[in-house]
């Protein structure tokens, strides 16, 4: 059984920057995709970022892409995402997932086996 913590989320004003942190235990982090995924108020959870663990494969959402990274420490079992320049729009809580060992980085929710309980990000305008 995977566990995963979150932590980086606040309140930012738009233009800045924040990196949130994705803390992995009870598992094998090598061995798992993992993904970062994002949820507003009223919207359904949306994919937002993967690292594949085959080969470091990245994928951005169109809506981060040039302005969030995402990057993995296998020593410290953690993943992060980097997020610069933020608008209001990335207003939303973020959470963590992982997949079992893929080559490609899914998109779909319902593609990664665990989640970790999210942390919020609010950008004000």
């Known amino acids: 059984q995977v566990q995963l913590v979150e932590s980086g989320g606040g309140l930012v004003q738009a233009g800045g920057s924040l990196r949130l942190s994705c803390a992995a235990s009870g598992g094998t982090f090598s061995r798992y995709t993992m993904g970062w995924f994002r949820q507003a108020p009223g919207k359904e959870r949306e994919f937002v970022s993967g690292?594949?663990?085959?080969?470091?494969?990245?994928h951005y959402a169109d809506a981060v892409k040039g302005r969030f990274t995402i990057s993995r420490d296998s020593a410290k079992n953690t993943v992060y995402l980097q997020m610069n320049s933020l608008k209001p729009d990335d207003t939303a809580v973020y959470y963590c997932?992982?997949?079992?060992?893929?080559?490609?980085?899914?998109?779909?929710?319902?593609?990664?086996?665990?989640w970790g309980q999210g942390t919020e990000v609010t950008v004000s305008s």
């Open positions: 690292l594949s663990w085959y080969g470091s494969n990245t």
């Open positions: 997932a992982a997949a079992a060992a893929t080559v490609v980085v899914p998109t779909l929710r319902s593609s990664y086996d665990y």
